[in-house]
């Protein structure tokens, strides 16, 4: 995963740890970072090392070698690996390796549109309800980020028709992957999926809002969302719990109101010993999804300059095969995108500089932490009186009240009495007096937030945040490209002459070493235990 799409230096390294394992285990973890790493390269050495691994008929590492040769052919269309993939998946009798193929040969026709049609109608018409999900899965990347209507018509079609829920929720999910270009139209699409009577489609149906509409907050996909973290099936609360976290993601409680009761769901039911295992999975993973990388990351399916981001694409599918395997959730974290503004100066170098927010910092802010529930103070309970007490008393006062009071008596209670009520009509002035200066120092609070905010070089810049950011008058740098676009940006420095304020970089931690390790503490005193019975 760390050097996914970009392994050159670890590819040998993998190759030859690959070609000595004995262990299955050591093999399913070297096909899929052999995978990884040469993710696209077409390599035709590593994809024979991984097809060998396949041809071994074992179904750990053969569901990895199956997946492998997919990333390693990533949008190659090459109708050798195509031919390969699909006659070992006809014949094979394991199950693993069977998913791992279907999700490898989709990968395969990654963007190749009208290409793959004649694969795609082939598995449509097998009799194998897994070949069936990787039909659904090579139109999802196929067609990915296009948002075609032959190709969503076949996956709504397939969504309310096959006999095989896996099927039905492969082509739900696969929506998600079509429409997230457009992701204001897949709550419309989706919104009668979320209500069948099908969990596995209403799961599908809380997925495919959550990959097409990831990092937007949009309401309309989050209010279908919400209702279904409450719902009776248990992988369908775990599917809206992940579906909202992406949805959600760098989202604070002014740029959507439902933040932190989201997160109190998550703590609750992270919390709750009675709460299914399901439940506790998906809200742990919603938790660290919104949480990811410092909260300083999103997930987005398209580049900065509107391109379909390929690693994102990827990583999400493979994520989504967690309910088969819940290692392959380590995959999310190719769909993470650093949201940053970073300039640089022609030496590559980061110079002191400063950047305009033109919003308030509340908005943009990170979201605040959820703050440890308080203990209510428990009332007063008036004491229940009897009736045979309260009927004495009754009698005792009318004895009381035929005898003459002095005159005394009435003066001193009726000052006592006159005392209480202004002791009590100042107390309720306090509390309002309290009341009206916490209101108005909370609007002064409010008052004084300002319009604007100066951010350092680097900085955390969010994409909605983008087009609200300038450089000052006096700055002695300009951007070689506008500064919405985001990201690394060149600048140019007006004032060659003046020496430049450079950005230290900071030391590289210390990774500890044999010799570093502190004094280990004595054993203790050697003592006698003896039994007194």
């Known amino acids: 995963l760390i050097h996914a799409n970009h392994g050159d230096k670890i590819i040998d390294y993998i190759l030859q740890q690959l070609k000595s394992a004995t262990s299955d285990m050591v093999r399913h973890g070297g096909c899929l970072g052999l995978g990884l790493a040469a993710m696209g390269t077409a390599r035709e050495d590593i994809y024979n090392q991984l097809k060998d691994n396949l041809y071994h008929d074992d179904a750990v590492t053969g569901e990895a070698a199956g997946l492998s040769m997919g990333l390693v052919m990533l949008g190659s269309f090459s109708s050798t690996a195509i031919d390969d993939m699909v006659a070992y998946a006809r014949e094979t009798k394991h199950e693993k390796i069977l998913r791992g193929l279907a999700l490898?040969?989709?990968?395969?026709?990654?963007?190749?549109?009208?290409?793959?049609?004649?694969?795609?109608?082939?598995?449509?018409?097998?009799?194998?309800?897994?070949?069936?999900?990787?039909?659904?899965?090579?139109?999802?990347?196929?067609?990915?980020?296009?948002?075609?209507?032959?190709?969503?018509?076949?996956?709504?079609?397939?969504?309310?028709s096959d006999v095989n829920d896996d099927v039905r929720r492969a082509a739900v999910v696969s929506l998600g992957f079509l429409m997230f270009r457009t992701p204001e139209q897949c709550p419309s699409v989706v919104s009668l999926l979320s209500e069948s009577y099908n969990p596995h489609v209403r799961y599908g149906a809380a997925i495919a809002l959550g990959i097409s509409c990831a990092g937007t907050g949009l309401k309309e996909a989050v209010s279908i969302v919400e209702p279904m973290t409450n719902d009776p099936v248990n992988y369908v609360?775990?599917?809206?719990?992940?579906?909202?976290?992406?949805?959600?993601?760098?989202?604070?409680?002014?740029?959507?109101?439902?933040?932190?009761?989201?997160?109190?769901?998550?703590?609750?039911?992270?919390?709750?010993?009675?709460?299914?295992?399901?439940?506790?999975?998906?809200?742990?993973?919603?938790?660290?999804?919104?949480?990811?990388?410092?909260?300083?990351?999103?997930?987005?399916?398209?580049?900065?300059?509107?391109?379909?981001?390929?690693?994102?694409?990827?990583?999400?599918?493979?994520?989504?095969?967690?309910?088969?395997?819940?290692?392959?959730?380590?995959?999310?974290?190719?769909?993470?995108?650093?949201?940053?503004?970073?300039?640089?100066?022609?030496?590559?170098?980061?110079?002191?500089?400063?950047?305009?927010?033109?919003?308030?910092?509340?908005?943009?802010?990170?979201?605040?932490?959820?703050?440890?529930?308080?203990?209510?103070?428990?009332?007063?309970?008036?004491?229940?009186?009897?009736?045979?007490?309260?009927?004495?008393?009754?009698?005792?006062?009318?004895?009381?009240e035929k005898e003459e009071p002095m005159d005394v008596d009435n003066t001193k209670s009726q000052k006592e009495k006159e005392k209480g009520n202004e002791k009590e009509k100042d107390e309720d002035s306090s509390v309002e007096k309290d009341k009206s200066e916490k209101k108005d120092a909370d609007e002064s609070k409010k008052e004084t937030e300002p319009d604007t905010q100066m951010l350092d070089n680097p900085s955390r810049v969010m994409q909605a945040q983008l087009k609200l950011i300038s450089l000052p008058k006096d700055s002695r740098y300009s951007p070689l490209k506008?500064?919405?676009?985001?990201?690394?940006?060149?600048m140019r420095n007006s004032r060659v002459d003046e020496p430049e304020e450079l950005l230290e970089p900071l030391p590289a931690a210390k990774t500890p070493s044999m010799d570093d390790e502190e004094d280990e503490p004595e054993p203790p005193e050697p003592f006698e235990y003896v039994d007194e019975d």
């Not at 659904?136 to 309310?160: D, E, R």
């Not at 950047?355 to 802010?365: D, G, T, V, Y």
């Open 104 to 160: 490898g040969i989709s990968l395969v026709m990654y963007s190749r549109m009208e290409e793959a049609d004649a694969l795609i109608d082939d598995l449509f018409r097998d009799k194998d309800p897994n070949l069936r999900i990787c039909g659904m899965y090579t139109i999802a990347m196929a067609y990915c980020g296009t948002g075609n209507n032959k190709a969503i018509k076949q996956l709504l079609h397939v969504a309310v």
């Open 237 to 400: 609360r775990q599917g809206a719990l992940i579906a909202s976290s992406l949805l959600l993601i760098q989202h604070n409680d002014h740029t959507n109101s439902k933040v932190s009761k989201f997160r109190e769901i998550y703590s609750k039911v992270i919390a709750d010993k009675h709460e299914d295992q399901m439940a506790k999975f998906g809200s742990i993973i919603a938790q660290g999804i919104l949480d990811a990388g410092g909260r300083n990351v999103t997930i987005s399916l398209q580049s900065r300059a509107g391109h379909t981001h390929m690693m994102s694409v990827v990583g999400l599918l493979v994520f989504t095969h967690y309910w088969y395997w819940f290692p392959l959730t380590h995959f999310i974290s190719l769909a993470f995108t650093p949201t940053c503004l970073i300039g640089l100066n022609s030496d590559v170098k980061m110079p002191k500089m400063k950047f305009i927010s033109n919003a308030k910092p509340s908005l943009f802010a990170y979201p605040e932490a959820l703050k440890p529930p308080k203990k209510e103070e428990r009332e007063k309970v008036t004491k229940a009186v009897l009736s045979y007490s309260s009927k004495a008393k009754k009698t005792k006062k009318d004895a009381t």
């Open 482 to 490: 506008p500064v919405s676009v985001g990201g690394v940006i060149m």
